[in-house]
């Protein structure tokens, strides 16, 4: 299986250039279509993840064949959410290795900038699980949720993840701004921007405005073939994951990936993928802090040197990215010298099959950015999740004159069989008066739906459930929310909207919350005793941090582009 040609739009942040969705395929059809010695194709394959909603309409596939000059040519469309573009490639790779076509052109792609960024909020909301949207919950707000139980297992907190998601910052941005097809090309950050209170709002703590993708427009194509190419693909894997992250076993990292990554490298034969000769790696930062995670469960670096090879030493100035020794042009682990999808953008339908093309142009020798083109590339992986890690593609592909010869693996976990969950959810009621451990906490600022932030959330375990919880007493003004350590055990309530709560043990002092509690007890024993009540003590007011209602500011203000408070 090869792959002939690809074409890339560049990714749009003003909505401007492409009239339509169509256009937008349109034009990285014919770019791929200008130097590729296929040119006619059996299938079409078309990535997209919400055009009912972005364009208002449906069926797609056959717009777009229509649209390309194609009519006639079976079509179908791909959705796994923000992995959209790989699972196109991965189902047209199917059809090609079935021998039931030749050759199948593949676009992926999404126009985003059409609406403004809270209805775009709003459509991205939908594959988050509705328990965790009930909660407040946005994609940004869950992968905070993930970055927290990560940076307790590091043990690192307060100054020192402000500093590691600025550095990350930095560098995407430095990489994205010499990418002509980048959303922020010619447009760095400097360190000092990230923390610049008036710009940098808060999104759901840890992670600020300028951690999070743009909402952008820009779209893929890719020509896969059987017909002998440059490039092959070497090996495919895929998984999923639990729709909500209360029923993961772990919440550290994403399980997903490391699971399609291991039926990647059996079908690649690559049985120790950190030491692979030639390597160029795009994996899925929709988050500043998903890089480092990321690389972790690709297997590509040990846990515990994760962030020297991404970012190097924190107490160190950031220095260019393009030098590092381990993930620059010159290291074992060249990775995201596109920008990644913080600086490249991520037009949600259409980053996977980008990462695959930019793995492509890699190898080629034609990399978009000729400063960041890594010398003698031969392999490379391209990684892309969908939803908050639930739908996760992991792609090989490989020179076809390399010399590498496949190691043997031992076979992956392939099969599956339906079985009932043996995890259901007992009522809420149960949890009331329950003593549970706190194993992340966000503050969540922006939200998606009529609930405004700050909401105050924690995902607490009980013995052997998770649920989550919102904080009965919000911190007072000038209380860093982060005093709310993961490994606390906390006290659940179960108030009258039916929503769950947790307290903090004090260990000494005056505990209003569980006053109220008792005295609502004694109210209604009374009540059932046919007594007459005397009305509750109203709860405390809840604090609201400074700014928390305003919306960010917008890119034209200050320069960066609107924040995709639900970038996927």
């Known amino acids: 299986m090869y792959i002939a040609a690809v074409g890339l739009t560049k990714v749009d942040l003003t909505g401007r250039i492409f009239a339509s969705v169509f256009d937008l395929f349109a034009e990285a059809y014919h770019r791929a279509i200008e130097d590729s010695p296929v040119r006619a194709f059996e299938a079409l394959q078309v990535g997209i993840m919400d055009s009912e909603e972005f364009e208002n309409r449906a069926n797609v596939a056959a717009k777009v064949a229509d649209r390309i000059g194609l009519t006639g040519i079976p079509a179908i469309r791909s959705e796994t959410a923000s992995s959209t573009g790989a699972a196109a490639l991965h189902e047209a790779w199917a059809k090609v290795a ?32 509705p328990v965790e949207r009930n909660f407040g919950f946005t994609m940004p707000a869950l992968i905070a949720l993930v970055t927290q139980a990560w940076l307790h297992e590091r043990k690192l907190r307060g100054k020192a ?18 990418n002509p097809l980048a959303a922020f090309s010619g447009r760095r950050e400097p360190l000092e921007a990230y923390f610049d209170a008036t710009k940098n709002l808060p999104v759901a703590t840890p992670l600020m405005r300028k951690d999070c993708s743009p ?20 090996g495919l894997g895929s998984a999923t ?16 990936t490391r699971a399609a990554a291991r039926v990647a490298y059996w079908r ?44 190097g030493s924190l107490r160190r100035e950031p220095g260019d990215p393009l030098e590092h020794p381990v993930t620059g042009l010159r290291g074992r682990l060249p990775v995201n010298l596109s920008g ?15 990462q695959i093309a930019e793995c492509y142009l890699q190898l080629t020798g034609r990399f978009p950015n000729p400063r960041a083109q890594v010398p003698g590339a031969k392999i490379g992986i391209a990684h892309s999740i969908g939803g908050p890690g639930n739908n996760v593609y992991v792609t090989v592909i490989e020179r076809s004159d390399a010399k590498r010869r496949p190691d043997p693996v031992p076979r992956p976990h392939l099969t599956f069989r339906s079985a009932e969950t043996a995890r259901g959810r007992r009522a809420a009621e149960s949890l009331h008066g329950a003593t549970a451990v706190l194993e992340a906490y966000t503050t969540i600022h922006v939200t998606s ?51 769950n709560y947790f307290q903090i043990p004090r260990a000494r002092g005056f505990d209003l919350g569980s006053l109220v509690e008792r005295v609502r007890g004694a109210v209604g024993r009374r009540r059932a005793a046919g007594d007459d009540a005397p009305p509750l003590p109203a709860p405390p007011p809840q604090a609201s941090a400074p700014g928390a209602d305003a919306a960010p500011a917008s890119e034209e203000a200050d320069g960066e582009d609107e924040l995709s408070r639900d970038a996927v």
């Open 98 to 129: 079935s021998g039931q076509c030749e050759s199948v052109l593949v676009l992926a792609g999404e126009r985003m900038k059409n609406v403004t960024t809270e209805v775009a909020t709003a459509i991205m909301s939908k594959t988050v699980d």
């Open 340 to 354: 990644g999808l913080k600086a490249r953008g991520h037009p949600v339908g259409g980053t996977g099959l980008f």
């Open 268 to 311: 690649a034969g690559i049985a120790r993928p950190r030491e692979l000769e030639g390597l160029v790696v795009e994996c899925h930062d929709a988050f500043n802090s998903l890089l480092p995670i990321d690389l972790t469960d690709l297997g590509l670096v040990e846990p515990d040197e994760a962030i020297e090879a991404v970012v």
């Open 241 to 256: 994951e639990t729709s909500s992250v209360l029923d993961r076993d772990r919440l550290a990292c994403l399980d997903a």
């Open 161 to 178: 993840v402000a500093d590691l998601l600025a550095r990350l910052m930095v560098r995407a941005h430095a990489l994205g701004a010499e």
């Open 449 to 499: 739906g009529a609930q405004p932030g700050p909401i105050h959330v924690g995902l607490v375990r009980i013995a052997d459930r998770r649920a989550f919880a919102k904080l009965d007493r919000a911190p007072d003004e000038g209380e860093p929310a982060e005093a709310v350590l993961a490994g606390r055990r906390v006290k659940l309530l179960v108030k009258d909207d039916g929503d």
């Open 215 to 234: 909402i952008c427009d820009g779209a893929a194509a890719l020509i896969l073939t059987s017909r002998p190419q440059a490039v092959r693909i070497a």
